[in-house]
C-alpha cells in the first residue's frame, strides 16, 4: 500500500474523502488525518470475505440440508 501524505491535503478534501468511506467528518485537521489513516490501515473497517466451501464428502445428515445441491452435482449420499 502507498503511502500518502495527507499533510498537504485541504480540509474540504479530507471531508470529503472521509464522507466517501461513511467516516465522520467532524474535527480538527489532525483527527481527520488520523480518522482517515486508521481507514487507509484498516482497508475501511471491512470484513474479510468468508470462504463457504462444501465437504467433499457429506454425511446423510448434511445430503438433508443441501439437498438443491445434491441436484447439480453428481454424489452419491449414503445411508
Known sequence: ???RSYLTWSVPKLRA???TRG???GGRITD???RLKAYVRNRDFQPPPLK???PLYPS???CQVISSYR???KFS???
Open 17 to 19: 474523502e472521509l464522507a
Open 1 to 3: 500500500m502507498a503511502s
Open 77 to 79: 449420499c449414503q445411508k
Open 32 to 34: 481527520l488525518i488520523e
Open 71 to 73: 441436484r447439480n452435482t
Open 52 to 54: 463457504v466451501t462444501l
Open 23 to 25: 467516516a465522520s467528518v
Open 60 to 62: 446423510a445428515g448434511q
